[in-house]
Structure formats: structure tokens, C-alpha cells
């Protein structure tokens, strides 16, 4: 079936109402950044001594490498286990992961007080640290995952690469270079793949250490010795989650039919992921006795609740139900909903669930704060927009100039 | 743990080693501090402090910070609200009720504790900060970046950071008067303080100090010294007439701060074995799978 759809750039116009909307808070979002970078972080957020990390650590970094996970979950999938059946949502996996990524560098660049200096990690190591293993890890995949999408700029340019004037000289040498680098991915592509992984696998996990120096400091239902682990399973559960809902997202903003044979066999995955991630978190539980805290009624305990009722065990069930899985909306709100329950879980680890020990008034993310999130989220979506536009990414069933037989004939065939 | 299960799981895979590392082991921490036995330290007897706050000034003039005129130190009213160190004052005194005679108060001198095994110095992504062999913990401009994950990591909440500046922020904390003291020098606070409640020495022999104190007034202080054994140890050290938690010093265990996520982290990258061991099952994973599908086909 596959062989009938073929990844091309989507042929549709970039602005929309949403995109302006879009647009907008972006503009938004970056005029509290220009503050930020011209009056220092207390003109912005409201951080203190107290609290020296907030959303913009909890959510743009934390929750954004974990959302970014479809990349690796499904690279794993598509091309270690070799399911030829996903191959087609390969490619916007990779796609979100890059930008995901990316995004999350400039989370991390905006919350640095000393920004510039943002290389220094490269060449000044502490390994005890485990801030330094991520950051590390991140920045090598973030560079793996550019090298895993040279194929397709080398796909859309090979043989059409037209500069004009005085640059027209370098037609051919661009040229060469682009069939150069499409000769040497398609033998070395198998190497990065599995390097993205095992760096994901480390990271994944190492965000879930970040917490642990805290002690005492971060509320005992996430304050687990075995967090690092339960962080990675809710990377793997997540993963799937984030590509379906953005191929749902993408088709129908791109007027496409949704791929559900795919998504609904990606679904099938969903449920003894989140299964698993679900019992390492209630045995870790009752393991612990954490379970006396849910007898108090507080912010953390109702936020904790909501995180595992709504975001695991609702979607958990949804996702074992086959009419979840045929349904482009339930499959989008299941999907969602997992989503959110690990966005929670990041945010919950990193500002709920942390308690100074001497707090003068809790941290409330300020207007400023949210609207740099909001904006680099926005920005976010608008790239990913532009690059389907601009390269090949999204699968479309292939036109044939003789007949609408064969597109038809996908119709059929189930 | 037992050493030879500990080293299965290590080669066992990256996710065997997350369940390896994540055991609750309260190792020693495997940083490699040098802990000179002759590290020095200060003893804190708050049963002296009259809450002059002489050694906030002293401070102030020796880290170029504006201190302004001693007799301003002589309000008490600041003593209303309790204060916590910030970036224009690396040290601050509290003062605590005790009974009824207001002269009874007791006042509590904060600043950098200075710990054998710190976590701010564990958890910087860049080692920009160390703990020196004087036994001062101090803090390098120019590796910072500003992440203030040592905030995060500090036990006692003590780093402060310049969120006012747009660039080159700083993290401000008693550096130990770092300038002084690895010169021979002896810490400004310590210097200027009238009533002898501030002891600069070697640390082994502050103890020593600070239980003969105990020894020979058994009604004046608690039998504990704050610092011996608190996160692994400090070079700073309190002894008081009145429970350490009543007095807004943190309980804690003796463990080192950054134990236990150190050890974690020393497993999964114990000789890059596990990494590399995932990368290897993970290719070997890939070449049967398409194997299986050429010979299937």
C-alpha cells in the first residue's frame, strides 16, 4: 500500500487564519524575549532565589524533550524493527523531533542567565553532573537528528538546485555535494539511527535524575529513586501519542485523508506502553508508601491525581477499546490526553512538586513567562507548516497524469 | 549492594543499569573532592551572637559590595521578618524568640555552609564550582553559565543569583573570603566579630573545640553540633543552646547531598559499557529484522 503514497512537499498556501494567529504570538511571545535579554531574567519572569527554575525549565525543556520522543519511538520502530508498515510517518516523526529539539535548545538559551556561553559544556566537563550528561546528550542528538534529515534536503534539491546571478556558478558543485551526501546517508543512515536512539534512551532518562540532588526539596510522590526509569517509559508511551495527533493535526489542516490504517496500528501500541509505565508507578507507590499523601487534600496530591487518572489511566483504557483505534477523533482526544498526562508530569516534578525550604510566596509562572512558552510553541508549529511546505515529509498518494484508478484502488484495498 | 549483581546489571543494558543505579545505595559520593585534613573551618557559637551584625558589614566591604555606614547595622527591626541570604549580602544574622526576656533572643549567623561533599559543586554542568583544599567552596566567572541548577541542588538554599542583570549575571555566595583565607588570611566576619563567636580553624580541631564547650556547659548547649555529620560534613559548624530545627537550620541526614544521584549516574556511564551495549543490541535487533524480511520475501 505504501508504495502507492509518496513523501512530497504539501502544495498549499502557508497563510492562513490560524497561521496569522499563530504569527502573532510568536510576535507575542517575543517581545517578552527581547525584555528578557535586554533587562535580565527579573524583568520577565518571576524567579528568585527561592525558585530558580520554572516553566521555562519544566515545561520548554522537560516536557519538550519528552514530547519530542515520537522521533526516536518511531525511528526504533520503522527502521531497528524493521516495520515497513509505518515507514510513511517516519519522516514527520523526524520532523517534530528536529524542531522539538531545536525548540528545546532555545528554551534552554533563554533561561540561561549566561545564554552566550551555552557552548561551554562542549569543552568544560563535570560527569558528576547530570544536567551535563543532558545537556551533552542533547546537543549530539540534536546534531544527529540534522544529519537524519540531509536525505530529504538532498531529495528535494538533487537536479533542481537553480541559483541565479552571480552564484550560478555554483549550481553544479551544490549539486554534486547534495547526490554526495544522499550516497554516503544511504549507506551510513543505519549508524545515526541507532546512535538517536541510544542517546534518546540516555536523556530520556537522565531528565527524570535532574530532580533527584533536590532531596528533600521535591514532594515524595515524585521525589523516586527509580524516576529515571519511569521517565523513560513515559517517553516511550508518549512518543506514539505526539505522531499520531500531529498527523491527524496535519491532515486535516492540509485537507488530506487521515492515515488511520497506520495511526490505528500505531495506536495498538499505546496501551502496554502506558501499561507498563502505569504499573512502575503504582508498585513504585506502594513500594515507598507514598500512598499516605493522597489522604491530604493539597496542590500536589490533586495535581498528581490528575496526572495518573487523566493522563494514563483514561487514555490506557481508551487505547485498548477498537473503536478508539478507528476513529480519527477518539484516537486524537486518547492521544491528547497522553500528551497532556506527561506535559503534567514534567511540570508537576519540576514547579509543583518543589517546595523551597524557605519560601517567602509560591512560584506562579508569570504573564511574561507564559507568553515566551506560547510564542516558541507557536513558532514551532508555524516551522513545522513551512518545512512540510518546503520538503518532502508528508506522505500523499501519488498522482498518475492517466487515470484516478490506482489512487482510488488505495481507497479499496484496506 | 553486592558488588558482583551490581556489575551484571551494568553490562546488562542501559535499562538495566537505571534499575542498578536507581537502588536507593547511599554510597559515598565518588566526586573527587580533596579533603585536606587540614581543610579549615569556622565555629559558630550562637550562644555568644548579640546580633550585632558587624560581620554583615565585613562582609559587604570585602566582596565590593556597598555596605554603607556601621551605625545603619544597629537597627533591629530588620530582625522582624526572617532573611535569607541574597545578592547583596552573602551572610545575614537571624533572630529567634526564646521565652520572654527579649535578651534571651537567640541570633543565628546564615551564609555558604561550605560542605565537604557539595551538591551545588556536584550538580554544575560546567564544574564551575569546587571545593577547594582550604575547605572553601567557591564559585568560577568565567565557566558559569547561569543554568542555576546548583540553586536546585543546594541543601540549605544559600546561592544567590543576579537576576536583575542582563548580562554576566553572577551567583552570589560566601566564598569562605577565598582571597583571604588561601593567602593565610583570616575571613572578614570572623575578624570583625566583637564577641568571639565566629572560630577560625582547622576544622578536625573545631570539633574538638566545640565538644569540650558542650562538656563543660551541658545546661548551656544542645549535645549536637550542626555541621559534624550533616550532609556528610560542613566546614561550617553551630553549636546552640536550642533545637537547630527552632532555629531555621534544616534537618539533615548524614548522607552527602549529592549521593545518590551521582551513583546513578556513575552506573549508567561506568565505561560507556552500557551505551555501547544498547547500540550494540539495538543494531543487532536491526540486522535480524531485515534479514528475516529478505529471507521471508
Known amino acids: ?414 | 549492594m553486592n558488588q558482583s549483581r551490581r556489575n551484571f546489571f551494568k553490562t546488562a543494558g542501559v535499562i538495566g543499569a537505571s534499575i542498578a543505579g536507581a537502588k536507593p545505595t547511599m554510597a559515598a559520593a565518588e566526586s573527587k573532592n580533596i579533603l585536606s585534613d587540614d581543610r579549615m573551618g569556622v565555629l559558630v557559637d550562637t550562644t555568644r551572637c548579640i546580633g550585632c551584625r558587624r560581620c554583615e558589614f565585613a562582609c559587604r566591604e570585602a566582596h565590593d559590595i556597598d555596605a554603607g555606614q556601621m551605625l545603619d547595622y544597629d537597627d533591629r527591626s530588620v530582625f522582624d521578618t526572617l532573611r535569607r541570604p541574597e545578592v547583596d549580602s552573602l551572610t545575614v544574622v537571624n533572630e529567634f524568640k526564646n521565652g520572654e526576656p527579649a535578651a534571651e533572643a537567640i541570633n543565628v549567623k546564615v551564609q555558604c555552609m561550605h560542605c565537604d561533599h557539595p551538591a551545588c559543586a556536584s550538580a554544575c554542568i560546567v564544574g564551575a564550582i569546587t571545593k577547594q583544599q582550604n575547605g572553601a567552596v567557591i564559585w568560577d566567572t568565567d565557566k558559569c553559565i547561569g543554568c542555576r541548577y546548583c540553586m536546585v541542588a543546594c541543601p540549605f538554599q544559600i546561592p544567590a543569583f543576579e537576576y536583575q542583570k542582563a548580562i554576566q549575571p553572577r551567583l552570589m555566595k560566601c566564598d569562605f573570603c577565598f582571597s583571604r583565607t588561601s593567602q593565610g588570611g583570616i575571613p572578614a566576619c570572623v575578624e570583625i566579630c566583637p564577641m568571639e563567636v565566629l572560630t577560625y580553624g582547622k576544622r578536625y580541631e573545631l570539633v574538638k573545640l566545640a565538644r569540650k564547650r558542650i562538656e563543660q556547659n551541658p545546661e548551656k548547649y544542645v549535645n549536637h553540633i550542626y555541621g559534624e555529620t550533616e550532609v556528610g560534613g560542613t566546614s561550617w559548624l553551630y553549636l546552640a543552646g536550642k533545637d537547630f530545627k527552632d532555629l531555621a537550620l534544616p534537618a539533615h541526614g548524614s548522607a552527602p547531598a549529592p549521593g545518590a544521584s551521582e551513583s546513578l549516574q556513575h552506573g549508567i556511564f561506568k565505561y560507556f559499557i552500557p551505551p555501547i551495549s544498547l547500540f550494540a543490541i539495538l543494531g543487532g535487533i536491526m540486522w535480524l529484522s531485515k534479514n528475516k524480511e529478505e529471507t521471508g520475501e
Open chain 1, 1 to 414: 500500500m505504501s508504495s502507492l503514497a509518496k513523501a512530497m512537499p504539501i502544495k498549499r498556501n502557508f497563510f492562513t487564519p490560524i497561521t496569522l494567529f499563530l504569527a502573532f504570538l510568536v510576535v507575542h511571545g517575543l517581545v517578552f524575549g527581547f525584555i528578557r535579554f535586554v533587562y535580565g531574567l527579573g524583568a520577565v519572569t518571576n524567579l528568585n532565589n527561592q525558585y530558580p527554575w520554572g516553566i521555562w525549565i519544566g515545561i520548554d525543556v522537560a516536557a519538550g524533550v519528552a514530547l519530542a520522543a515520537g522521533g526516536f519511538t518511531t525511528a526504533a520502530l520503522v527502521y531497528i524493527f524493521n516495520k515497513e508498515d509505518f515507514h510513511d510517518i517516519a519522516r514527520p516523526a523526524l520532523l517534530t523531533a528536529m524542531l522539538g529539539y531545536t525548540f528545546v535548545a532555545i528554551g534552554v538559551a533563554f533561561d540561561l542567565g549566561r545564554y552566550y556561553f551555552i557552548y561551554h559544556p562542549l569543552y568544560m566537563w563535570n560527569g558528576n553532573s547530570v544536567l551535563f550528561e543532558v545537556g551533552i546528550c542533547v546537543m549530539a542528538y540534536l546534531t544527529v537528528l540534522y544529519i537524519e534529515f540531509l536525505p530529504v534536503v538532498a531529495q528535494r534539491f538533487i537536479g533542481r538546485v537553480k541559483l541565479k546571478g552571480i552564484l550560478a556558478f555554483l549550481n553544479k558543485p551544490v549539486d554534486a555535494v547534495l547526490r554526495f551526501i544522499d550516497r554516503i546517508m544511504d549507506k551510513a543512515l543505519f549508524f545515526f539511527i541507532i546512535l538517536g536512539v541510544v542517546l534518546s534512551c540516555l536523556h530520556q532518562s537522565s531528565i527524570g535524575t535532574l530532580m533527584m540532588i533536590a532531596g528533600t526539596k521535591i514532594h515524595p510522590l515524585w521525589q523516586s529513586p527509580i524516576a529515571p526509569l519511569m521517565y523513560l517509559l513515559s517517553a516511550f508511551a508518549v512518543g506514539f501519542p505526539m505522531v499520531i495527533m500531529e498527523s491527524l493535526i496535519s491532515s486535516r489542516s492540509f485537507g488530506l485523508k487521515p492515515e488511520m490504517n497506520v495511526l490505528s496500528k500505531l495506536g495498538r501500541f499505546v496501551g502496554p506502553l502506558l501499561a507498563v509505565y502505569l504499573a512502575f508507578k503504582l508498585g513504585d507507590m506502594a513500594v515507598r508508601e507514598t500512598y499516605v499523601y493522597l489522604n491530604e487534600f493539597s496542590l500536589p496530591t490533586v495535581m498528581w491525581l490528575i496526572e495518573i487518572v487523566v493522563g494514563v489511566v483514561i487514555p490506557l483504557r481508551m487505547f485498548l477499546y477498537d473503536k478508539v483505534l478507528k476513529s480519527p477523533f477518539w484516537l486524537f482526544i486518547a492521544s491528547i490526553l497522553v500528551i497532556f498526562g506527561v506535559l503534567l508530569n514534567r511540570f508537576d516534578n519540576f514547579v509543583v512538586a518543589y517546595t523551597p525550604l524557605y519560601s517567602v510566596k509560591p512560584y506562579w509562572p508569570s504573564y511574561g513567562e507564559i507568553s515566551v512558552t506560547v510564542g516558541v510553541i507557536a513558532l514551532e508549529i508555524l516551522l513545522y507548516r513551512l518545512l512540510v511546505i518546503i520538503f518532502p515529509v508528508i506522505s500523499q498518494p501519488v498522482k498518475l497524469p492517466t487515470s484516478g484508478m490506482k489512487i482510488k484502488l488505495k481507497g479499496v484495498v484496506r
